[in-house]
């Protein structure tokens, strides 16, 4: 009887260490899972974009299991990558789109070792499979795959099954959070369009009616025959043609070139350049709108900095013909370059009147003419162009301004000279 009660509660005992152990393991791969399922949260949160996102979480899926590479397939009219960890991802075959299908459509991963397809096994991953497919979850708002090759060697004491299902589920939300990211881009985008549409109508259809106006005026007196023009008539008809011509031409220009800005068709190649050159190109430039006005240029030789020579030639030249058209006449311009903290400094300066000092806030914005500016033409456009121009180059524009003159001052990274 002793005998029998030792070998019942040995048994008993047996089973429930049995049973514990299985428990200890069940929660050491569930710990384990969970670990490695925060670690991609984790990732997915520092990632500075959603694309970023994506790819830190291919990386951290292929690292996990070992595989060679992963890849997000989107299904569309044909399977998509949609990132990858790889550089260069090999493209979507034949092969791996029925493959992928398959996936898709039983909601099941599928393996192959390369050639055909077979439903994944619960619990592991064949010897021989280079690829396998695992679907994302039927409720996710994607339709697409997560694509491994190479043999798969998870941890061991994780579920692989649960392992790769809870993988496609992250793939799944982050493809759905980088879509949403890129509608609201494209929204965003569409309301500045339409916000800028809405300015551009308000803002330059004087600008560009106007001088339409003047030229259709001076055409149609010049082909009136009953009237006798003198010859000095028809000198001032032709002067207003090229005047409103030049000004409608300028007005153009500026749109041009701040779509072109925005719409980032410009791209700047960076070069070292010789402040004092590049001062005096200007200057030279400038020439038919200065040519009442001493233009000094002071900058030590020697004195190299880093950005794209016909932008900045350009984003100086505005401030010239700003200098120029805005300040006193017959005033003094000076442009200057000076070294200060690892930048360059370019100035271009006048000798007055100055911009209000409600106005010095806005100065750079796209269509604003303040208080001293409405009485010369033009479209508001000028120095939103520098800026942009500048901030292709990394660099700054700043303003200071007083009744005694305006100064502009571009800051750009020093360079050293050219060997």
Same mark, same amino acid.
């Not at 009887?1 to 049995?18: P, Q, R």
């Not at 708002?141 to 993988?167: H, K, N, Q, S, Y």
């Not at 300028?250 to 070139?257: G, K, Q, R």
């Given at each position: 009887?002793?005998?029998?009660?030792?070998?019942?509660?040995? /048994?008993?005992?047996?089973?429930?260490?049995?049973?514990?152990?299985?428990?200890?393991?069940?929660?050491?791969?569930?710990? &384990?899972?969970?670990?490695?399922?925060?670690?991609?949260?984790?990732?997915?949160?520092?990632?500075?974009?959603?694309?970023?996102?994506?790819?830190?979480?291919?990386?951290?899926? !292929?690292?996990?299991?070992?595989?060679?590479?992963?890849?997000?397939?989107?299904?569309?009219?044909?399977?998509?990558?949609?990132?990858?960890?790889?550089?260069?991802?090999? #493209?979507? +075959? %034949?092969?791996?789109?029925?493959?992928?299908?398959?996936?898709?459509?039983?909601?099941?991963?599928?393996? +192959?070792?390369?050639?055909?397809?077979?439903?994944?096994?619960?619990?592991?991953?064949?010897?021989?499979?280079?690829?396998?497919?695992?679907?994302?979850?039927? &409720?996710?708002?994607?339709?697409?795959?997560?694509?491994?090759?190479?043999?798969?060697?998870?941890?061991?004491?994780?579920?692989?099954?649960?392992?790769?299902?809870?993988?496609?589920?992250?793939?799944?939300?982050?493809?759905?959070?980088?879509?949403?990211?890129?509608?609201?881009?494209?929204?965003?985008?569409?309301?500045?369009?339409?916000?800028?549409?809405?300015?551009?109508?308000? /803002?330059?259809?004087?600008?560009?009616?106007?001088?339409?106006?003047?030229?259709? =005026?001076?055409?149609?007196?010049?082909?009136?025959?009953?009237?006798?023009?003198?010859?000095?008539? %028809?000198?001032?008809?032709?002067?207003?043609?090229?005047?409103?011509?030049?000004?409608? !031409?300028?007005?153009?220009?500026?749109?041009?070139?701040?779509? %072109?800005?925005?719409?980032? =068709?410009?791209?700047?190649?960076?070069?070292?350049?010789?402040? /004092?050159?590049?001062?005096?190109?200007?200057?030279?430039?400038?020439?038919?709108?200065? =040519?009442?006005?001493?233009?000094?240029?002071?900058?030590?030789?020697?004195?190299?900095?880093?950005?794209?020579?016909?932008?900045?030639?350009?984003?100086?030249?505005?401030?010239?013909?700003?200098?120029?058209?805005?300040?006193?006449?017959?005033?003094?311009?000076?442009?200057?370059?000076?070294?200060?903290?690892?930048?360059?400094?370019?100035?271009?300066?006048?000798?007055?009147?100055?911009?209000?000092?409600?106005?010095?806030?806005?100065?750079? &914005?796209?269509?604003?003419?303040?208080?001293?500016?409405?009485?010369? #033409?033009?479209?508001?456009?000028?120095?939103?162009?520098?800026?942009?121009?500048?901030?292709?180059?990394?660099?700054?524009?700043?303003?200071?301004?007083?009744?005694?003159? !305006?100064?502009?001052?571009?800051?750009?990274?020093?360079?050293?000279? #050219?060997?």
């Amino acid at each position: 009887v002793a005998l029998a009660i030792f070998l019942a509660v040995a /048994s008993t005992g047996a089973s429930m260490l049995s049973l514990l152990r299985r428990q200890v393991r069940l929660l050491e791969a569930r710990r &384990e899972e969970t670990a490695t399922l925060l670690r991609l949260s984790q990732e997915l949160a520092r990632a500075v974009s959603p694309r970023e996102g994506m790819y830190r979480l291919c990386q951290d899926m !292929t690292r996990v299991v070992h595989a060679r590479s992963c890849a997000l397939l989107i299904k569309g009219a044909d399977w998509q990558i949609r990132s990858s960890s790889a550089s260069h991802p090999a #493209p979507v +075959s %034949r092969e791996e789109a029925a493959l992928a299908d398959a996936a898709l459509a039983s909601g099941q991963p599928v393996r +192959s070792s390369g050639v055909g397809g077979a439903r994944l096994p619960r619990g592991s991953v064949a010897a021989d499979a280079r690829l396998a497919f695992v679907p994302f979850p039927a &409720e996710s708002p994607e339709r697409g795959v997560v694509r491994f090759t190479g043999v798969l060697t998870p941890p061991a004491v994780i579920d692989e099954l649960r392992l790769l299902e809870a993988f496609a589920s992250e793939a799944s939300l982050a493809v759905h959070r980088a879509r949403l990211a890129e509608e609201a881009s494209r929204v965003e985008a569409l309301q500045k369009a339409d916000e800028l549409k809405t300015a551009l109508l308000s /803002s330059v259809s004087h600008d560009l009616r106007s001088p339409l106006t003047a030229i259709k =005026a001076a055409i149609d007196s010049l082909r009136d025959g009953s009237v006798a023009w003198t010859e000095d008539d %028809r000198g001032a008809f032709l002067h207003t043609i090229a005047e409103q011509t030049d000004r409608l !031409t300028t007005t153009v220009s500026d749109l041009l070139d701040m779509s %072109r800005l925005e719409g980032g =068709a410009t791209q700047p190649h960076f070069e070292p350049i010789e402040a /004092s050159a590049l001062l005096a190109e200007v200057a030279l430039a400038a020439k038919t709108v200065t =040519a009442a006005r001493p233009v000094v240029v002071e900058a030590p030789e020697g004195l190299w900095l880093r950005g794209d020579y016909p932008l900045l030639v350009q984003a100086l030249g505005n401030l010239v013909s700003n200098a120029a058209r805005y300040s006193v006449a017959g005033g003094r311009i000076a442009l200057t370059g000076v070294r200060s903290d690892g930048e360059v400094r370019l100035s271009v300066g006048d000798a007055g009147p100055g911009i209000a000092p409600d106005d010095l806030p806005h100065i750079f &914005e796209k269509f604003y003419r303040g208080a001293m500016m409405r009485h010369v #033409p033009g479209t508001g456009l000028g120095l939103a162009i520098v800026k942009a121009m500048v901030e292709l180059c990394n660099g700054t524009v700043a303003v200071e301004s007083s009744p005694a003159g !305006t100064v502009f001052t571009i800051s750009l990274t020093a360079s050293a000279a #050219p060997r």
